[in-house]
């Protein structure tokens, strides 16, 4: 959610903690704020409001030093003022610290805190941390942390300097992650690679319950008994030009723009096609454990649930196994079932998704096997899972997911592949058949965006619209589904997604010729049935959107607008149709003058439940 940067080295830290920081912008932005050791103490800048802002501020009344931390944040505790805003201090500013993460047991560590004399300055819990460091007993800086976070309950990745340490940042992490950017003769911490890639590609990910301390001379994992621990150092295989917005006036647009490559990139070198099926070597699924899968529980949250939701038939159809679709949030919670054969499939861009996390954890501790489709590697999903699939679909800096959802259905259908095959609920014809299907893919999504002008036309007069219907059935309700929470998002109008048929049980209510009523109406076994449905709104007044393919009847008799996708197989077109959703939304939000790419409220990675 809130982004954490530090710096250790030769340098001026401010300008590479404020590069770092407006690569993390997009995980939250409401305030932001730097700290250095100055030589003589510690020195901070923050306020409430973006990292353009800060850097505005800075240039003001410049700060400067080679050690130095910073954050930019989502509000959990306390509103987005500049005195909530990170670093925090201790009672006399000898340390400053930034933080992601809760600490569940704020409350009564401040009400301790304030009864031995400690004053505090802000309402958030990050503070208490400050203070809880000032009093712990310790010779470092590392001992005096360690020493607090042991009476902390809750979930951080944390920073902090000291003007008794100097040149020194001390680090923690649990449940909020971190990484340690290794360059020459100089180190940095952030909570995402993207904020080091234009330092260094080494990258040492911390794990949870890990302490680190970075000087110029390098860096030491310790774990919470203060003994030394290895660490790999891994290489980071991102471009820093795919964290560039190039020609592009939003990463949205870009990252809509970028899917025909992501779907080859989440293709690449995974498809057999003599054998008709997917090698996935991540998967880490021997035959056996696959011919005993009895049933999948598929956990995710927003986009990556609807996901989920496409893979429920996805994996029914090809595999034959029952399936499941929960959110994180509400299955983490429930009585876990120990049922024999279930394997937990995780769906979930960042990695990072608190809810998503505790859910495999959950499932793990009932005795399920848990794989992952995930797009950041490395991440704490990545890593805690038994085996999966990568996504490679680039970073993703836009808040409102788009091309992660297209590389989640194509890895969920590379799932099916392998496992259809594995179980033998395909043949070997039907595999390459899909194989086939698969290979034309990334080609069908370059021609979808073709309807782009087409699509920004239609935002012109709806741009105004209150309220939006998204309607689809079978494997394009999700899809339904993701169209509204797209338009949602970004541009504020109020959407629902529906079943088709359902609507005649509630949402017809609504229907008249001021709502729009957006229909996604491939060529599939319940296409009639739609159409009736658009009959059924037509009726009563209602505009009508048809996103239809190629080859498909002619509908301009019954919608205002017609969109036609090019003919794929039923179960990939998802993929296809949910693109002029994606481009509708977007367009929508910029004639609406909304802030694209970092919506309000919203945050990328949801680290907190
Ligand atoms: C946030 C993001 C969504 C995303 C969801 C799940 O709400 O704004 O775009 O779909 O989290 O994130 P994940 O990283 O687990 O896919």
Not at 510 to 516: K, Q, S
Request: glycine share 10%.
């Amino acid at each position: 959610m809130c982004g954490v940067v530090g710096y250790v080295g030769p340098r001026d830290a401010v300008p590479v903690l404020l590069d770092g920081l407006t690569r993390l912008e997009y995980r939250g932005y409401d305030s932001a704020g730097v700290a250095v050791l100055n030589g003589r103490g510690v020195e901070t800048r923050k306020l409430a409001g973006r990292i353009a802002a800060l850097r505005g501020r800075v240039a003001q009344d410049p700060i400067h030093g080679t050690c130095g931390i910073g954050h930019t944040r989502w509000a959990t505790h306390g509103a987005p003022t500049e005195r909530n805003a990170h670093p925090h201090a201790d009672c006399t500013a000898a340390l400053a610290l930034v933080h992601n993460g809760i600490i569940e047991n704020a409350d009564l560590l401040r009400a301790q805190l304030e009864r031995a004399g400690h004053r505090f300055a802000t309402e958030t819990d990050t503070e208490t941390l400050a203070h809880l460091i000032e009093a712990a007993a310790g010779d470092t800086l590392e001992e005096r942390v360690i020493a607090a976070l042991a009476r902390v309950e809750g979930t951080y990745g944390l920073a902090v300097i000291s003007d008794a340490d100097p040149q020194k940042i001390v680090v923690a992490r649990r449940g909020s992650p971190l990484l340690i950017g290794v360059g020459g003769g100089e180190y940095l911490v952030a909570s995402d690679a993207s904020a080091v890639l234009a330092h260094t590609r080494s990258v040492v990910y911390l794990d949870d319950g890990d302490v680190a301390v970075l000087t110029p001379e390098g860096y030491r994992v310790l774990d919470g008994d203060a003994r030394p621990q290895e660490r790999n150092v891994d290489d980071l295989d991102w471009d820093l030009e795919t964290l560039a917005l190039g020609s592009h006036p939003h990463f949205m647009l870009k990252e809509i723009f970028e899917q025909p490559e992501v779907v080859r990139q989440t293709l690449r070198g995974r498809l057999m096609g003599a054998d008709g099926t997917a090698r996935l070597n991540g998967l880490n699924l021997a035959a056996g454990q696959c011919a005993r899968i009895r049933r999948i529980v598929i956990v995710a949250c927003g986009t990556s649930w609807h996901a989920g939701l496409v893979g429920r038939s996805i994996l029914e159809e090809l595999t034959g196994i029952p399936v499941e679709v929960e959110y994180a949030s509400e299955f983490r919670y429930r009585r876990p079932l120990r049922v024999q054969g279930t394997l937990t499939v995780a769906i979930s861009q960042s990695g990072e998704t608190a809810d998503t996390l505790e859910a495999i954890r959950a499932a793990r501790a009932a005795g399920s096997m848990v794989v992952g489709l995930v797009n950041v590697v490395g991440s704490s999903i990545a890593r805690e899972a038994d085996g999966g699939i990568y996504l490679h679909a680039g970073p993703e800096i836009g808040v409102a997911s788009t091309k992660a959802f297209t590389s989640q259905i194509v890895a969920l259908l590379l799932l099916g592949l392998h496992l259809g095959r594995r179980r033998e609920q395909l043949d070997v014809k039907e595999g390459q058949r899909l194989v086939a299907a698969l290979r034309a893919l990334p080609d069908l999504v370059a021609r979808t965006l073709e309807l782009d002008p087409q699509v920004r036309e239609l935002a012109t007069r709806y741009a105004d619209a209150r309220n939006a219907l998204y309607l689809g059935r079978g494997v394009n309700f999700p899809v339904a589904l993701e169209g509204a929470l797209k338009l949602k998002e970004i541009s504020y109008i109020h959407a629902e997604g529906y079943p088709a048929a359902e609507m005649k049980h509630g949402p017809i209510a609504l229907i008249d010729e001021d709502m729009p009523v957006v229909f996604i109406a491939p060529k599939d076994h319940v296409y009639t049935k739609v159409v009736s449905n658009m009959q059924e709104v037509r009726a009563r007044g209602g505009r009508i959107i048809a996103i239809t393919s190629e080859g498909n009847g002619d509908l301009r008799h019954l919608a205002d607008h017609q969109l036609r996708v090019p003919a794929c197989p039923p179960l990939l077109s998802p993929v296809l149709t949910v693109i002029p959703l994606q481009l509708l939304a977007y367009h929508i939000a910029v004639l609406r003058g909304c802030d694209v790419d970092r919506p309000r409220n919203l945050a990328k990675s949801v680290t907190v439940e």
